[in-house]
């Protein structure tokens, strides 16, 4: 089984940035395809980015791109979020998780390995 730390988040103007790291441990960091996801209160869990096990391919959700970056560095055993121009929007508890992908190239969020998050908060 693999776990999965997040860590990073915090409270940000709007305009700044931030950069999240998710930890993994547990089996072999370069054979997963990974992806980050968010979920404000009161709201569904969103996707917002993934890359692929080999971290030639990523995909975003239309709302974040240009915005934010997903980077993986696989000799840490590490996943990252760059997330950039923020907005209140961007307010959430932020999460990583592991899945095929297939499933994370379309945006699916019915992950069973999920991190404890890190809270976001982008300050107007």
């Known amino acids: 089984q693999v776990q999965l730390v997040e860590s990073g988040g915090g409270l940000v103007q709007a305009g700044g940035s931030l950069r999240l790291s998710c930890a993994a441990s547990?089996?072999?960091?370069?054979?997963?395809?990974m992806g980050w996801f968010r979920q404000a209160p009161g709201k569904e869990r969103e996707f917002v980015a993934a890359?692929?096990?080999?971290?030639?391919?990523?995909y975003y959700a239309d709302s974040v791109k240009g915005r934010i970056t997903i980077s993986r560095d696989n000799a840490k055993n590490t996943v990252y979020l760059q997330m950039n121009s923020l907005k209140p929007e961007d307010t959430a508890a932020y999460y990583c998780?592991?899945?095929?992908?297939?499933?994370?190239?379309?945006?699916?969020?019915?992950?069973?390995?999920w991190g404890q998050g890190t809270q976001v908060t982008v300050s107007s």
């Open positions: 998780a592991t899945g095929a992908w297939s499933r994370l190239r379309v945006g699916a969020t019915d992950f069973g390995s």
């Open positions: 547990g089996r072999t960091f370069s054979m997963l395809s």
């Open positions: 890359i692929s096990w080999s971290g030639g391919s990523t």
